[in-house]
């Protein structure tokens, strides 16, 4: 993070998986194995041809999450593990995952110079349901949901921020 994001996606580190599909172009960035599922659009040429605009985005978020977690007296982190049931197969081990959320919880207070933040992890793996970490609350998807941010799982996500408060100054929302 001290190099804001700037060694991560870089074009020449990036590859297409081979498990690509109709829905979604799998990007692995080979320097950090970050994979991109949703930013390349499925029938685009290349990488190349679809880079500069990629490139953009990425940088304006980037911009856009050390602007507001310098500037915001709570924040809250949402990490969502797997897009779907399936995707359980392209994420690490749960050895790595209970080894780094406790690391991570410390990046984000270390990043945040406070305790003021919240980590909501949504995932399908029930293992990661045991672990206690402060201010960190771990949830379960359920793969029975049809749409994306509908019904059950639009449900479900207003049940998991449930409690969980923003100051009325700092809702803000930005399309990047």
């Given at each position: 993070m001290r190099l804001r994001f700037s060694d991560i996606f870089l074009e020449e580190n990036l590859r297409e998986q081979t498990n690509s599909d109709a829905e979604f172009k799998r990007i692995r960035d080979t320097h950090t194995d970050y994979i991109s599922i949703h930013d390349f659009p499925p029938n685009a040429e290349?990488?190349?041809?679809?880079?500069?605009?990629?490139?953009?985005?990425?940088?304006?978020?980037?911009?856009t999450f050390f602007h507001d977690i310098q500037h915001y007296r709570r924040v809250l982190f949402i990490l969502n593990l797997e897009m779907a049931p399936t995707e359980r197969d392209y994420t690490d081990d749960l050895n790595?995952?209970?080894?780094?959320?406790?690391?991570?919880?410390?990046?984000?207070?270390?990043?945040?110079?406070?305790?003021?933040?919240?980590?909501?992890?949504?995932?399908?793996?029930?293992?990661?349901?045991?672990?206690k970490i402060p201010r960190t609350h771990i949830v379960l998807k359920h793969s029975e949901w049809k749409e994306f941010m509908r019904g059950a799982e639009l449900e479900a996500w207003q049940g998991w921020?449930?409690?969980?408060?923003?100051?009325?100054?700092?809702?803000?929302?930005?399309?990047?």
């Open positions: 290349s990488i190349s041809s679809e880079y500069p605009a990629f490139k953009t985005r990425f940088d304006k978020h980037v911009d790595t995952f209970q080894s780094k959320l406790p690391v991570l919880r410390k990046i984000l207070d270390t990043l945040c110079n406070n305790e003021n933040n919240q980590l909501l992890v949504v995932t399908y793996h029930k293992t990661l349901l045991s672990l921020l449930d409690g969980i408060t923003i100051a009325e100054a700092s809702r803000t929302y930005r399309p990047v």
